[in-house]
């Protein structure tokens, strides 16, 4: 078992200048880079089963009004991350519409790059 301080170093960037910029703006071009296109999201919202292709996702995003633009607050934390040779997992918190989601993002490292092939989320009462 390996782990790289390098490696998490690169997917704390990817996290913030990707992931979370990415999901604040609204920008596809920005997920696009960060997901892996064959990555899946599961999880539930308000208590509602949650299950989307990155596509779908990607959909989603590009037809409602950012964060940004809606003024409504927004909030990322990166609490762990946890690699193992070229594997990883990302635990978050984001805050963002009226929503406060803990997020589960696993990483795979292809091509030298660190790629989310699967996010989990689960909105928590506040």
């Known amino acids: 078992m390996e782990t790289n301080n390098q490696d ?33 999201l599961f999880g539930d919202i308000k208590g509602v089963p ?3 292709t990155l596509v779908e996702y990607l959909d989603a995003v590009m037809n409602r009004v950012s964060v940004k633009d809606s003024g409504k607050p927004f ?6 991350i946890d ?4 594997i990883a997992v ?6 963002m519409y009226d ?4 997020e589960f993002l696993s990483f795979h490292k292809i091509d030298g ?6 996010k989990m989320l689960t909105d928590m009462a506040q």
Not at 10 to 31: N, Q
């Open 8 to 40: 998490k170093l690169a997917i704390t960037r990817a996290l913030k200048e990707l992931y979370l910029k990415g999901i604040y703006e609204g920008d596809i071009a920005l997920l696009r880079e960060v997901y892996h296109p064959g990555a899946l």
């Open 50 to 52: 949650y299950a989307k």
């Open 75 to 80: 909030q990322g934390d990166i609490h762990t």
């Open 83 to 86: 690699v193992v040779n070229s």
């Open 90 to 95: 990302a635990k978050l918190h984001v805050k």
């Open 99 to 102: 929503f406060n989601y803990d």
């Open 113 to 118: 790059k660190w790629v989310i092939v699967n």
